[in-house]
């Protein structure tokens, strides 16, 4: 029970993201969130709305993994430690924040996923 909150919490999160690079990048929250200028927002756009797919890709893995019940623990497992390698790249080439927004609720899903919580 506890994972399945977790997950479902992890796949809000990159539903955000997603929506925050896909839709809101070049506006005032997405250059707020992520700290970019009009210019560099506005430059990279297509870039980020690539990114924010990919996001949708885990949100999508990880729902399916919590549509399938017990019977997805190993599709949850994968997405999970998908999101994690994500967070842990995030966090040594773009920022450290990444690890504690994007990896650290992973690992966390991740463990209690393991230990059946």
């Not at 809000?12 to 707020?32: N, P, S, T, V």
């Not at 709305?49 to 549509?67: D, I, K, P, S, T």
């Not at 599709?75 to 450290?96: E, I, M, P, Q």
Request: with cysteine; hydrophobic share 65%.
């Amino acid at each position: 029970m506890l994972a399945n909150i977790l997950i479902a919490l992890v796949a809000l999160l990159h539903a955000g993201f997603m929506y925050l690079e896909m839709i809101a990048w070049d506006r005032a929250l997405g250059r707020k969130v992520f700290r970019t200028t009009p210019e560099f927002s506005a430059a990279s756009k297509a870039l980020a709305a690539n990114q924010g797919l990919y996001n949708g890709f885990l949100v999508a893995g990880l729902v399916w993994g919590l549509w399938l019940g017990q019977d997805g623990f190993a599709v949850k497992a994968f997405f999970l430690a998908c999101v994690v390698v994500a967070g842990l790249f995030g966090a040594a080439t773009v920022s450290r924040r990444i690890l504690y927004v994007q990896a650290l609720p992973a690992v966390a899903a991740l463990v209690a996923l393991w230990a059946g919580w």
